[in-house]
């Protein structure tokens, strides 16, 4: 069982920037891929970014690559989200997810553990 608690929304101007924390419960963290998604009202959840067990593979949603950056620290079992440059269109309920294994999987489906979501408004 594996506990994911995010943190670090809140409410920004277009252009501006928030780093988003997820902090995980156990002992096997290093064990998990991490991937975080977002869900906008109305709208389904998609996947936002993923990361592999050691921080050496990353993928990232075509709307978000050049500006947000995912990272983990193993050694305090926490994965990162630093969002730059964000756009109104950004604005959703961020949650980050835990699937056993190595694999950097950009489904939904395919992650077993999820947090209780930190919301984000970016304000245009």
């Known amino acids: 069982q594996v506990q994911l608690v995010e943190s670090g929304g809140g409410l920004v101007q277009a252009g501006g920037s928030l780093r988003l924390s997820c902090a995980a419960s156990g002992r096997t963290f290093s064990s998990y891929a991490m991937g975080w998604f977002r869900q906008a009202p109305g709208k389904e959840r998609e996947f936002v970014a993923a990361i592999n067990w050691s921080g050496a593979f990353t993928d990232y949603a075509d709307p978000v690559k050049g500006r947000f950056t995912i990272s983990r620290d193993n050694a305090r079992n926490t994965v990162y989200l630093q969002m730059n440059s964000l756009k109104p269109e950004d604005t959703a309920v961020y949650y980050c997810?835990?699937?056993?294994?190595?694999?950097?999987?950009?489904?939904?489906?395919?992650?077993?553990?999820w947090g209780q979501g930190t919301q984000v408004t970016v304000s245009s």
């Open positions: 997810a835990s699937r056993w294994g190595s694999r950097v999987i950009p489904r939904v489906s395919q992650y077993d553990y």
